[in-house]
T-cell receptor, first 110, second 115 residues
Framework: GDSVTQMEGPVTLSEEAFLTINCTYT??????LFWYVQYPGEGLQLLLK?????DKGSNKGFEATYRKETTSFHLEKGSVQVSDSAVYFC?????????FGEGTQLTVNP | SAVISQKPSRDICQRGTSLTIQCQVD?????MFWYRQQPGQSLTLIAT?????????ESGFVIDKFPISRPNLTFSTLTVSNMSPEDSSIYLC????????????FGPGTRLTVL
């Protein structure tokens, strides 16, 4: 079945540092890929998505590229802020069904 | 995208009681979903709710414990029945987008504590 694996966390960075959160997936067919973010005490917000190979999703300075050859969708941001502190979930969609990774807790210190 | 609200936002309940969670979407959607997020964990799909048909439950979840209603295209409820402390979790509702059915939009969640 479909599965998503995220890098083990938590991740702690200083403000303005470069961020990478790794995500790899296993799926049949050609899934859409997503990053969701969950701020403390809130629900999930869609951060970005990509629907086919080599697509790059981007939003709020975050980027991720759909790499079919490496089955990866790593999340990157060039300069993180304290306000980026949250839990980040990688997910894939096989039709209408979402499969989530374990989540990565990011803490950004001033 | 769809804007989703949930009620209540949080509750503290006694063992053996039931709680019904409401989910309202600001537009008509085909599919609505209910998830459970246990403390510090990822999301687990409980069931998929389509209007006009019975909900489809995932392995490990049963209708007697988590009855779901979907009376129209903008509303759904999840009931957590005969609660125990193990049911303490965040319960999240989501819906597919009207423009893109492979994308789900989430409500703010209901934080449930069972004593």
């Amino acid at each position: 079945g479909d599965s998503v694996t995220q890098m083990e966390g938590p991740v702690t960075l200083s403000e303005e540092a470069f961020l990478t959160i790794n995500c790899t997936y296993t799926a049949t067919g050609y899934p859409s890929l997503f990053w969701y973010v969950q701020y403390p005490g809130e629900g999930l917000q869609l951060l970005l998505k990509a629907t086919k190979a080599d697509d790059k999703g981007s939003n709020k300075g975050f980027e991720a590229t759909y790499r079919k050859e490496t089955t990866s969708f790593h999340l990157e941001k060039g300069s993180v802020q304290v306000s980026d502190s949250a839990v980040y979930f990688c997910a894939l969609s096989g039709g209408s069904r979402l499969t989530f990774g374990e989540g990565t807790q990011l803490t950004v210190n001033p | 995208s769809a804007v989703i609200s949930q009620k209540p936002s949080r509750d503290i309940c006694q063992r053996g009681t039931s709680l019904t969670i409401q989910c309202q979407v600001d537009s008509q959607v085909t599919m609505m979903f209910w998830y459970r997020q246990q403390p510090g964990q990822s999301l687990t799909l409980i069931a998929t709710a389509n209007q006009g048909s019975e909900a489809t439950y995932e392995s490990g979840f049963v209708i007697d414990k988590f009855p779901i209603s979907r009376p129209n295209l903008t509303f759904s409820t999840l009931t957590v029945s005969n609660m125990s402390p193990e049911d303490s979790s965040i319960y999240l509702c989501s819906a597919d987008g009207t423009a893109s059915t492979d994308t789900q939009y989430f409500g703010p969640g209901t934080r449930l504590t069972v004593l």
